[in-house]
């Protein structure tokens, strides 16, 4: 079986990539940029190219892959307002990349959603598929209406199509400059004696789940019978402040804190049920907040020393993947 | 009170405008046409220009409108694929609306959505507000996009917002050559014994409300204390065949009747539970199907009684409203 993934060198699609070659699985990457953090894969075809870009789409379609994951998400846009023309064009470019699968006669898509930001402020924890779904902000609309499309175009020409919604995937070779992903960001200043910035008393709560989780199950529904929507979370909240300290006593660092006003814009709290998923592939998350932030504090430390023996920090501050 | 509609000069809106005016509301219309099938009123201030044009918009909200009720629609895409240009843009320019509302101290907007097409296939009926929404096609995702930056721009913003889901609107002012409206299209072909198509069985349920009842909930919702959504519908579900046959006994002519295979893009059926609407505003649907059929055939008559006189069909062909 034969996958092209869309994204693959962003940090998510690195370990899918990683999951599907476990799986022994042939596998094509359509990304605009290299892998960040590591050399390209042997076993993997290259497709260097933006999906906004629908000559680059074709080109990595014409060697037939069977299944599609599509993570490519050119959007830094975690503000209220604005409706980005990044978030336009994505929403322009999937549904391009939807067609034209089914034009190459792919027969699943497995789309990259967001179950962090896609249900917004609900008081029923832990969250399952049937909640509904009130994003807020132009980034979660728009993973809302690139998953409605999916699913129409799903039911017009037949194609099996996933949807899934990971809570907040962390792991190694997730940027600790970026805008998203507390985990490194946090690590990175607390490493550098930086301070953190705590929007309100630290109290919201995130499901904290291993990019390699989420991983494993985007590569079995990727190549096994199975269509729909699938949280993927590993149930447990975890505050800001509780994460402070864990990463904190993990890297026995004293945190800097800074606390500004509570922002709107941050749900209170995301806790996902995952029930559906651990159903359809007896799939449970394996990996424990606390073995995984051992693992990524020791990745950040080892690039810090990378970056800090390197002429140029240009590989760190370089632009996020497609 | 100051109500600014956009798109007030299409077939709803301009029954909107009516309601407002019977209601003694100040009035002002952004349209990209004049009205087409009726004079300007004198007791309306009419700003011509594109809702995709953000000039046109400041232009005008200069004038202070307490609320603005959006209907601006320029897609005429009701296939199954496709993400056309009109929808992005549609999208986007409603953003920018939205965010403009609230830069002018606009107090609530109502946006007219779709409940016809919203909810898609379900085997659910009467549909109420909860229900899941499964849009089929681009311009039924596009609607829910809409609605879901409003709410999220009302959350962050505290912006009073109003969305409104009407089943299929019908009545006078709705063009019998446009590519949407069963009632005035087939009426207009059965009037010229010009074949009407019918997809399927002709089983499709359809859930028709008098445009007048819409724009009267409508006039409501802008004016009176008021927020979240609200379909509006008849609750009453009429089959193609049934609505075909009710137009041939009211204009008195035998159709001719060509079927063709059921389209997967046309959902069985839809029936609206209005309950909300009613316990509201103490609102029900006041024009049932036979009444509002024997108005709009009669329209149809002298419409096309005007057209035959006429040198130039011009008027009639003319593009559709914003």
Known sequence: MHVLVVGGNGFIGSHIVDALLRANTQVSVLDVCSERYR????????????????????????????????????????????LPHSDLEDLRSSVTLFELCIKHGVKKIVFMSTGGKIYGVTDSLPIDESQPTNPLGSYAITKLAIEKYLLSLSYYFGISAVILRPSNPF???QSPTGVQGAIPIFAWRILHQEPITIWGDGSALRDYIDVRDVAKFCSMAATRECSGIFNLGSGVGVSTLELVDHL?????????IQQ???RKFDVPAIILDSTRAKQQFNWNPEVNLSTGLIEVTAW????????????????LLAGSSA
Chains 1, 2 share one sequence.
């Open 171 to 173: 792991g190694i070779r």
């Open 300 to 315: 950040l430390r080892e690039l810090d020393k990378t970056e800090s023996s390197s002429s140029s920090t240009s590989v």
């Open 260 to 262: 500004e006003p509570a």
């Open 248 to 256: 904190a006593e993990t890297l026995q660092i004293a945190p800097i």
């Open 39 to 82: 050399s390209p894969l042997l076993d993997v075809r290259y497709f260097l190219g933006s999906f906004w870009d629908t000559g680059a789409l074709e080109d990595s379609l014409l060697h037939k892959p069977d299944v599609v994951i599509h993570l490519a998400n050119s959007s830094l846009s975690v503000g209220a307002t604005g």
